[in-house]
């Protein structure tokens, strides 16, 4: 069974960094994308970014693109999202997921997802 556990939350002013990290175990990874989604207060849960574990692909939001960054570590079987020059409106609970399996290309939508991690909070300040 697919377990993913994020960390790294917290809060940081406008301007500034942080790395999210989601620890993933329970299978192998291999063909599968893993996505990072967030939801804010009153808001659905949105897309953010997602890689393929082979690492030949990456996808990002319009909202986060040149400022967030997603990476994996095979051997550590860690999923990683740098985020920098946070905005106040980047606040949210931020989830690592698995995409379903058979699906070549990397899709946004939550509902292709499966595994949600419990999330981390991300809040920006101004």
């Known amino acids: 069974q697919v377990q993913l556990v994020e960390s790294g939350g917290g809060l940081v002013q406008a301007g500034g960094s942080l790395r999210l990290s989601c620890a993933a175990s329970g299978r192998s990874f291999s063909g599968r994308a893993l996505g990072w989604f967030r939801q804010a207060p009153g808001k659905e849960r949105e897309f953010v970014a997602a890689i393929r574990w082979s690492g030949d692909s990456t996808y990002y939001a319009d909202s986060v693109k040149g400022r967030f960054t997603i990476s994996r570590d095979i051997a550590k079987n860690m999923l990683y999202l740098q985020m920098n020059n946070l905005r106040v409106d980047d606040t949210a609970v931020y989830y690592c997921?698995?995409?379903?399996?058979?699906?070549?290309?990397?899709?946004?939508?939550?509902?292709?997802?499966?595994?949600w991690g419990q999330g981390t909070q991300v809040t920006v300040s101004s």
């Open positions: 997921a698995v995409q379903l399996p058979f699906r070549p290309l990397i899709t946004t939508t939550p509902s292709m997802y499966t595994s």
